[in-house]
């Protein structure tokens, strides 16, 4: 049976826990590479654009992969819930489980030479950015081992080496952003695109479509991706929208709309998306998703919808529950060895929060630095001033 050896290949130190590029891809060299093509659950809806095909190609390593990442990422915002209420972390926290599909399978679409930007709903793509457990859970609790050393906190996690951009604590403001990393990537030719992420509440933002206007314009290489779960804050898309098919929102720019729950049917329409927007310009992609948590921590998310509700999606529409039946339907692993990948994940969760409680605390003069890029301080205004007035008109 593959993956009989994946328990001692798990067991690694917390500082290179989750280098999603390289570790584990070895983690998983039993599994086998041969090609199993898998029907989406549901077929894609488009606007102003041929749909790709259902059929998706995929492998018994991708399926492994998938399983343990969305497993790690759900194990880890559990652990978050937790520590907020045990007031560890502290200010805001918006939690992703539920909609781990959407990044698993965007990442299995595209390369870190591609750029992501998302809003402050961004532990579980920093970490499938190459962020370890050990970096978000630092910054989580305002550690200086954090990924912004602990001064950004759960809203501003960032991985520039790896092409993300960050999480962002204004609705909607990353999406300008995005456009413009697309318009960077453009200039320098090298084939990469930018996923500008947002949610549902987002998508009424005015600045969003003035972000699409100018990248239809240029033609660049931006996916806009409206991770639909169907409430902003606390208000159901058909309260909030007149025209909640947001794939459609683009008017002249197409879209597709997508099962978000799907990792697979999201790994199609990212490539999709990429191909199309390195020929043609802008794409709009609706992820069909949801979040079982409330919006944040201060949301119980059982007011505005009910109990049945969240519990139905859980039974129905799980994505590692859906990861997981394909594993077992075609004998890849056994239930067993699935549940030990869970126990390890468990483990490696746990072992990374008890580094980042050792983490320290930043001094109190680190309110001084980082604010200024380097020669933009005060101290150089007047240099900096003359040097404006030489290359201005």
Known sequence: MALMNYRSALIKPIGSLISYSSSLSRQFSSASDDTIIIETSI????????????????????????????????????????????????????????????????EAAITKKDAIITSYRDHCIFLSRGGTLLEAFAELMGRQGGCSKGKGGSMHFYKKENGFFGGHGIVGAQVPLGCG???????????????????????????????????????????????????????????????????????????????GMDALAVKQACKFAKEHALKNGPIILEMDTYRYHGHSMSDPGSTYRTRDEISGVRQERDPIERIRKLILSHEISTEKELKDIEKEVRKQVDEAIAQAKESPIPEPSALFSDIYVKGLGTESFGADRKELKAVLP
């Not at 819930?81 to 909609?99: A, M, N, P, T, V």
Request: charged letters at 20%; hydrophobic letters at 40%; aromatic letters at 12%.
């Open 43 to 106: 077929p894609f809806t488009s606007h102003k654009c041929e749909p790709p095909s259902r059929s998706v190609e995929t492998s018994p390593k991708e399926l492994m992969k998938f399983f343990q990442d969305m497993a790690l990422m759900r194990r880890m915002e559990i652990a978050a819930d937790s520590l907020y209420k045990g007031k560890l972390i502290r200010g805001f926290c918006h939690l992703y489980d539920g909609q781990e599909a959407v990044v698993i399978g965007m």
């Open 181 to 259: 990393l697309a318009f960077a990537q453009k200039y320098l030719k090298e084939g990469t695109v930018s996923f500008a992420m947002y949610g549902d509440g987002a998508a009424n933002q005015g600045q969003l479509f003035e972000a699409l206007n100018i990248s239809a314009l240029l033609d660049l290489p931006a996916i806009l991706v409206c991770e639909n779960n169907h409430y902003g804050m606390g208000t159901a898309e058909w309260r909030a929208a007149k025209s909640p098919s947001y794939y459609k929102r683009g008017d002249y720019v197409p879209g597709l709309k997508v099962d």
